[in-house]
Every structure is written in C-alpha cells, then in structure tokens.
C-alpha cells in the first residue's frame, strides 16, 4: 500500500504532462506561434476586461461631449491623454470603443462557431452514421450552400430574419440575429469533416462490437465515434473563429450587423470610413482596422499551427 501510494505522489500532473506533450513541444518551437498566441490573448484579456482597462465607456452617452469629437491622439500636438488613441466624431474615445468592440466581435464569433459547431457536428454524425437517404439529403443540402459564399448566405439568413421581425425589436435582436446568420453560413465545413471521420469510424472493430453487445447507436455514435472526430473539428473551429469575426465585421460595415449604439469592430471602421478623405481617418479608420486585422491574423496562425501540430503525418 505505501509503496502504491508513493508511485501515486510521484505521477506527474496535469501541467507536467502538458509540458511534455508534443503539442506544448510544438508550440514552444515555433516563435510565430509564440507571438500569435500572445498576441490574442493580450487582445481578448482587453475585451473582456473593457469596463476596467479602458479609459471611457463609449455606450454612456451621458459621458460624451462632441466639444471632444475629432481629437487627434495623445502624442499629437493638440493631443489629449485623456484619448490616448484620438476621439471619433460623437467625442467617443477611440480606445476605449475598440475594446468595447472587440468585446461584442469577439463574442458574436465565439457564439457562431458554438453554434456552428453544434448543428454542424449533429448533422455529420447523423449523415455518416445513418447513411442512406438520409446522408444524401444533409449532403446534398451542404453541397448547394457551399456553391454560394459564407456572407451571402449570412446577408440572406440576417435579411429573411430581419423582414420576420418587428421593426422596433430588430435593434435589441440584432445580436442574435447576426450570430445566427454566420452559424447558418459555416456550418457546412464541421458537418462535411465529421462525416469523413464517421464514415472512417463506422466500419471499424470497436464499433462492430459495440454495436454486437446491443450498445444503443445514438451511445456508439456520441461516445465512440465522435472523440475521434474532434482533432479536425478543433482546428476548423479556430480557423473559422476568425472568419466569423470577419463575416461579423463585413455585415456591420455595411449597416446589416449590430446597430450603432453597439459599436463592434465593423461598424467602428464603417464610421471611420467617412473620414477617409479627411486627416481624422488617420486615428478613426485606421486604429479600429488594425485591431480587426491583427486579431483575426492572429487566430488563423494558431489555427494554422494547431492543424499542423495535429497531422499525425507532420510528426
């Protein structure tokens, strides 16, 4: 007993296997994926602390003063410390709406490929498992939207909801609304993935004895199946995380996303879009696209190493 117990204290943990994890091995080697990972979580620890780190709360109208609209940043000459990156046209601090706004980007992205995720994982299992005409439905279903692009199919879903509701209830539903529309527009790649792996998965050993011990097929697909399938899912999740942020970004600047008194990334570089051709465009336009184009530059190179890392073939 005290000699089990003593190789029980001396089992690493958690961490320490982690450490020493081809995956953490990976990581650690690659100085790009170092600085991506570093990179992201600098910027989402700034969205989701915003009501502490940022200098303003740009949703408080109370609080603006268009006596303070179109200031230039700090280190101008007639710069403001105050608005260390500059103020917008309605006096709202740039700094501070780019927080708040990579907060609402990053939850609309995050809530899509979760939703994304779950129909499209759902409808891969059941067309894989199933087989038959049901299979040929789902994807025959998947085929037809992957010949249109993601924002088309996010600009018909997010318009066909839109006309379906109320006019006074379509700014209050326009954060859901627009996360519907891009898991509507990316599901198709989770359900086409983890019908490849179903279909592999299917016809192998344990699944042929579980399903010859009587084991129900909803447990076989859900317990069995589908841990098999999740390497190709998590990467695909993390790619698409940043298309959907993009997506989100593109419906905004053009008036389709989340409305004015929600400012996300999107609609902040559609505000400043009507600077462009004057100098304000310099902190207005130019510092909202950056942080856009920085975060989503940064998720696809995790997403790109995490796909490598995974590929038992790259080992």
């Known amino acids: 007993m005290a000699s089990e117990a003593a190789g029980q204290g001396r089992r690493p943990g958690v961490l320490r296997r982690l450490a020493d994890s081809d995956l953490f091995w990976s990581f650690r080697r690659s100085p ?28 408080d109208l109370a ?46 992205g995050g809530a899509s490929v979760l939703l994304a995720l779950a129909l499209g994982v759902g409808l891969g299992l059941l067309a894989g498992y199933a087989g038959g005409w049901v299979d040929m439905l789902i994807m025959r279903i998947a085929d037809v939207q992957l010949s249109f692009p993601a924002i088309l199919v996010a600009l018909l879903v997010d318009g066909v909801a839109r006309s379906l509701l109320p006019h006074e209830r379509q700014g209050d539903t326009a954060l859901y609304v627009v996360t519907l529309a891009i898991a509507s527009s990316i599901w198709v790649q989770f359900a086409r993935t983890v019908r490849g792996s179903t279909l592999v998965e299917r016809s192998k050993e344990y699944v042929q004895a579980a399903r010859i011990i009587g084991v129900h097929p909803v447990a076989i697909a859900w317990r069995h199946v589908l841990p098999n399938a999740l390497g190709p899912v998590l990467v695909i999740a993390t790619i698409n995380l940043a298309l959907a942020i993009l997506t989100e970004a593109s419906l905004s600047f053009l008036g389709l996303g989340l409305p004015a008194t929600q400012p996300s990334l999107g609609t902040l570089i559609r505000i400043g879009d009507g600077f462009i051709f004057s100098g304000e465009w310099r902190w207005i336009l130019l510092y909202p696209a950056i942080a856009l184009a920085g975060l989503t530059l940064a998720i696809n190179l995790l997403g790109d190493w995490l796909r490598d890392a995974l590929n038992p073939k790259l080992r």
């Open 32 to 59: 790009v994926t170092v600085a991506a990972a570093a990179v992201t979580l600098l910027l989402v620890l700034g969205a989701v602390l915003a009501p502490v780190v940022a200098p303003h709360n740009p949703y």
């Open 63 to 108: 609080s603006l003063n268009l006596l303070d609209a179109r200031n230039p940043p700090a280190w101008d000459e007639s710069g403001d410390w105050s608005f260390p990156l500059g103020t917008d046209d309605q006096g709202r601090d740039v700094l501070s709406s780019i927080l708040y706004g990579m907060r609402l980007s990053l939850f609309v």
